[in-house]
DNA sequence: TTGTGACTGTTAGTCCGTC
DNA sequence: TGACGGACTAACAGTCACA
């Protein structure tokens, strides 16, 4: 489905926007997070369905509330 | 970990509260999201590690914004 | 109307690389 | 520093019968 792509490709770019504020590369993001290098990569390319848990280690590893992540995420699916 | 227990605990809650204001039974919120009725159940139990997508469909079954499901979850992971 | 355990196919997520 | 691929394991999506 188009719209379920917008939806992880909209997550992504939210993703990659604040690691840039917070001035981190991926993989020190990952390292925070608790998760791949490899695995923030794709995240941010749209290419994971990410669960909830785990938006929620990207929110405090980025030290923000995990529904910040979400505001820009569309409400199609 | 408990932390994430309390994450899917405090993210059902919060599909329970906002299906009850709706006036919706876990079957016709199931039916309007796309999604099974057990899995409704499940979720709202705080058994399930919901995705991005399913977030997505939820919020829209529920007319609200995705962010709005997770202003009640922490930021802890 | 909802809770629950169990099940299978699919994907999330990791780890090894290369470019 | 990040895109991208292959192979692998753990976990989720989705569904069922039964309570």
Redesign the interface.
Known sequence: MLK?DN??LS?GETIHKYRGIAGLSQESLAEKAGLDRTYISSVERGQR?????????L??ALQ????????N?????
């Open positions: 379920n939806i992880l997550f369905n990410v669960s909830l848990l785990n938006i929620c280690k929110a405090n923000l509330p995990p529904s910040e992540l979400l505001v995420v569309g409400r199609s699916a």
